[in-house]
């Protein structure tokens, strides 16, 4: 028995999940899936201005090596061999961009996080450059001129940072996002370390043409990047480089996906037409549209799902991305203080079991899929004297549902085809009371497994599926199906679309509230162009309504 048991163990492999909010890394049994232990690291968020949200390269990589090594600790304690362990898959937060010094190691700047919005009014100078109905650069990326991506990011760095401007011309400059600058030092950094990335994080920096999955020269030229800086752009799944420091040194590196991609994988959804939504920072609703490009009518995104293995073929996905779901309850949390965990939102909303006419639209970042509207804020309303923070906790879990009803609603009208069911991961899916609510909102059931760390599974999936390393197999007959908890609408479909036009109306009415005008000075902030007297008087209000619905006197 202990011999069996042994033979079942040998096969291992290790995933980085590095996220916006934090970075986990996990260890699965290639034969059966298993996770077998995991360590997680909260990661910090900096915000030096308004729209801007700033991250620490140095402590995303340290956090990663320290999650390693408590991971590889805790596989001991377990009596497992670390030489078990024969690949480390990296998924990631996808568009955060790091510019680095390739002879120092040291970043150039602080990794500029996907929802960070300085650069719109780079975004609206970019626009005025594209002619009317020609948008070479959808037709190239399959993404919209936004704030959202890499390539306005390192355009901003280029013309506001000195060090990042002096760096490029003297030759010393590397970009990547954050699978890049992991691999780079996982893999030697300055001693030789490995400058790639793989084509889903690459089809997110608005650099990549998807039809030829090469750096595209005229985007490049349009966005005036120079190439020289860029990786090298590499299949999902193969060797990129062997780790070189710590407890997994010598342990090959190879598998590599954007975060809502390894989800993809990891949910097993290689069919044409299967989709999956992950509930973290952001909410992103993927459809696997096979060997071919679709082009959403629907607002919606057109992206690589994945490339497993050099010789493989690529497979696209249509996607629907919403910046603010999780990041919602960390607000209400760390911002107005009406819970002391993420946890208690659910028991907060269990207590009421309605928002009494309460509805939130998070539009923190301005408004992803399916409107694209920078100009958007969030708001809350309905607001009567009878509201209180549970209701504004329910309200906040219904604006995560009533969100994905939007993007899933431009999915089935872009695929012909509507869902009849949602596959959904991501850590808020552990709220029940989330998922009972998504039900009742699409109208469909909801089906979570049991097994939570979908993303990073994906991630190892690829990893040990790698030609070189061939210890998991990605063939149908040999892929271990999920147990999975089922949630069915306990509502009718006019009630539940009741409440959805109430919510499209409450969109429509965050939809304009601020205008983003360069300005010499470069002052990004979005209350440039408020008056003063607004801001100030509906800071006073929104810290009134704070102390109210927390019950401080």
């Known amino acids: 028995m202990a011999a069996a048991k042994k033979a079942v163990l040998e096969l291992l492999v290790g995933a980085v999940d590095q996220g916006t909010g934090s970075t986990r890394f996990l260890v699965f049994n290639s034969k059966t899936s298993e996770l077998l232990c995991h360590h997680q690291v909260e990661i910090k968020q900096e915000y030096p201005k308004e729209g801007w949200v700033e991250q620490n390269p140095k402590e995303i990589l340290q956090s990663v090596y320290e999650c390693i090594e408590k991971a590889s600790e805790k596989l001991q304690r377990l009596s497992i061999d670390i030489s078990n362990v024969k690949a480390i898959g990296v998924s990631n937060q996808r568009e955060t961009t790091v510019v680095w010094d390739k002879i120092t190691g040291e970043p150039l700047y602080n990794a500029v996080v996907w929802l960070d919005l300085r650069t719109q ?151 044409d037409g299967q989709a999956k939504n992950t509930y973290g920072t952001g909410c992103f609703l993927l459809c696997n549209t096979g060997h071919k490009c679709v082009f959403s009518e629907h607002g919606l995104l057109t992206t690589v799902a994945y490339k497993l293995g050099r010789d493989k073929p690529v497979c696209y996905a249509l996607e629907g991305s919403v910046a603010i779901a999780g990041a919602l309850i960390r607000w209400l949390r760390d911002n107005l203080g009406i819970i002391n965990s993420s946890e208690e939102v659910e028991k907060l909303a269990k207590e009421v079991g309605t928002s009494y006419g309460c509805y939130f639209v998070p539009a923190f970042s301005g408004l992803y899929a399916p409107y694209w509207e920078p100009s958007a804020r969030g708001i809350i309303c309905g607001l009567t004297q009878f509201t209180n923070k549970s209701h504004i906790a329910f309200a906040a879990l219904e604006a995560v549902c009533f969100q994905t009803r939007e993007i899933l609603d431009a999915m089935n009208h872009d695929c012909g085809i509507p869902l009849s069911h949602l596959q959904v991961d991501g850590g808020m899916t552990n709220n029940k009371i989330l998922m009972q609510l998504q039900a009742d909102i699409l109208c469909i059931p909801v089906v979570k497994p049991y097994m939570p760390e979908i993303t990073a599974l994906g991630a190892a999936m690829a990893a040990g599926a790698a030609e070189g390393v061939g210890v998991w197999s990605l063939e149908p007959k040999d892929l271990t199906a999920f147990t999975t908890e089922r949630f069915e609408p306990q509502i009718n479909a006019e009630e539940s679309e009741v409440r959805y036009s109430v919510w499209k109306k409450a969109v429509m009415k965050s939809i304009g509230w601020v205008t983003t005008e360069s300005s010499e000075s470069g002052d990004p902030s979005i209350f440039c162009s408020l008056p003063l007297g607004f801001f100030i008087v509906s800071s006073m209000v929104m810290f009134i309504g704070a102390r109210y619905i927390s019950g401080i006197p």
Not at 173 to 197: E, K
Not at 236 to 242: P, T
Request: hydrophobic share 40%; aromatic share 8%; with cysteine.
């Open 121 to 271: 009014s780079t975004v609206e100078n970019l626009s005025k450059r594209i002619p009317g109905n020609n948008n070479f650069v959808k037709s190239k990326t399959g993404l919209p001129l936004s704030t959202y991506f890499s390539a306005v990011k390192v355009r901003w760095l280029l013309d506001n940072v000195k060090e990042v401007q002096t760096a490029v011309e003297e030759g010393r400059a590397l970009f990547g996002t954050i699978d890049s600058w992991l691999i780079w030092n996982m893999t030697g950094g300055v001693n030789g370390g490995v400058h790639c990335t793989d084509v889903t994080n690459a089809s997110r920096t608005m650099l990549f043409n998807i039809n030829s999955l090469e750096w595209d020269k005229d985007l490049c030229e349009f966005f005036e990047i120079p190439m020289n800086i860029l990786p090298s752009v590499r299949s999902s799944s193969e060797i990129y480089g062997l780790m070189k420091a710590g407890t997994l040194g010598g342990v090959p590196i190879s598998g590599c996906l954007g975060d809502q991609s390894a989800a993809l994988v990891g949910q097993m959804c290689f069919q």
